[in-house]
């Protein structure tokens, strides 16, 4: 069982940064690999960003690439989400996920999900 809440949100103008942190209860975190997701206004939850359990593999939504950057701490059972040169567009609420087996950008590969933080860019 692994449980995980999600820090860091917030209010923020566009060209702005915001760090995204998603701290891990349990003593296994190393073994998941885990993904940021978001779900904007009126529409469904979409993937963002995830990394392999040691860090060493990322990948990320080709909408947020070379702005945003997924990484992790595994002394700190946390993963986090630098995320700069925000857009409006980037507005939504932010989740992170764990998955027990390979790293992936859907959904349904995730076993534990965080309650979201929200993430406001104006314009």
């Known amino acids: 069982q692994v449980q995980l809440v999600e820090s860091g949100g917030g209010l923020v103008q566009a060209g702005g940064s915001l760090r995204l942190s998603c701290a891990a209860s349990g003593r296994t975190f190393s073994r998941y690999a885990m993904g940021w997701f978001r779900r904007p206004p009126g529409t469904e939850r979409e993937f963002v960003a995830g990394?392999?359990?040691?860090?060493?593999?990322?990948f990320y939504a080709d909408s947020v690439k070379g702005r945003f950057t997924i990484s992790r701490d595994n002394a700190k059972n946390t993963v986090y989400l630098q995320m700069n040169s925000l857009k409006p567009e980037d507005t939504a609420v932010y989740y992170c996920?764990?998955?027990?087996?390979?790293?992936?950008?859907?959904?349904?590969?995730?076993?534990?999900w965080g309650q979201g933080t929200q993430v406001t860019v104006s314009s």
């Open positions: 996920a764990a998955a027990s087996r390979l790293p992936a950008t859907v959904a349904y590969e995730y076993d534990y």
């Open positions: 990394i392999g359990w040691s860090g060493g593999s990322t």
